[in-house]
């Protein structure tokens, strides 16, 4: 008796870890386009007050995860091949074009450049929060039913 509950339980987490592992690429998503709407905010208050070089202003903040590895890659190494998985392949395109055009250019076409991509850069943020939001707790849910329904068929 004690074993069967014992792996109905197992079962269940299992399942449910599964569930919550498929949404990662969700969570992904809405922390990369969290920090690249903040970045690109930081970025042109940068351009309009002080005006330090792109490596000083860089290092003044700490960026995480594939942000701060796709930033990375392009300032130092001039690679602004985006390969992010969860990124689609215009998504992508447009990533490596903003990385590219970092400290290029006099201050004023800078500012008007990323200026341009607040908006979508925001709207990309609010659909990643909202994509997260809804589909994480899908993955749950489905994970955990699923869990369910082959307790159900062993018992």
């Given at each position: 008796?004690?074993?069967?509950?014992v792996i109905?339980?197992a079962?269940?987490a299992?399942?449910?870890?599964?569930?919550?592992?498929l949404?990662?690429?969700?969570?992904a998503?809405?922390?990369?386009?969290?920090?690249?709407?903040l970045?690109?905010?930081?970025?042109?208050?940068?351009l309009?007050?002080?005006?330090?070089?792109?490596?000083?202003?860089?290092?003044?903040?700490?960026?995480?995860?594939?942000?701060?590895?796709?930033?990375?890659?392009?300032?130092?190494?001039?690679d602004?091949?985006?390969?992010?998985?969860?990124?689609?392949?215009?998504e992508?395109?447009?990533?490596?074009?903003?990385?590219?055009?970092?400290?290029?250019?006099?201050?004023?076409?800078?500012?008007?450049?990323?200026?341009?991509q607040?908006?979508?850069?925001?709207?990309?943020?609010?659909d990643?929060?909202?994509?997260?939001?809804?589909?994480?707790?899908l993955?749950?849910?489905?994970?955990?039913?699923?869990?369910?329904?082959?307790v159900?068929?062993?018992?």
């Open positions: 008796m004690w074993i069967k509950i109905c339980i079962l269940i299992f399942s449910t870890s599964i569930g919550y592992l949404s990662g690429k969700y969570r998503r809405r922390k990369f386009y969290d920090q690249f709407s970045f690109n905010e930081r970025y042109l208050n940068e309009n007050y002080a005006r330090k070089p792109l490596p000083d202003f860089l290092k003044q903040y700490e960026y995480t995860g594939d942000f701060a590895k796709t930033i990375k890659q392009c300032v130092e190494k001039r602004c091949n985006v390969k992010l998985s969860f990124l689609t392949v215009e992508r395109s447009a990533c490596g074009n903003y990385f590219s055009m970092l400290g290029k250019g006099d201050a004023l076409s800078q500012k008007s450049f990323f200026g341009a607040t908006g979508a850069l925001e709207e990309k943020r609010a990643g929060e909202k994509k997260a939001k809804s589909r994480g707790s993955y749950l849910k489905l994970g955990l039913l699923a869990g369910l329904a082959i159900i068929l062993i018992i």
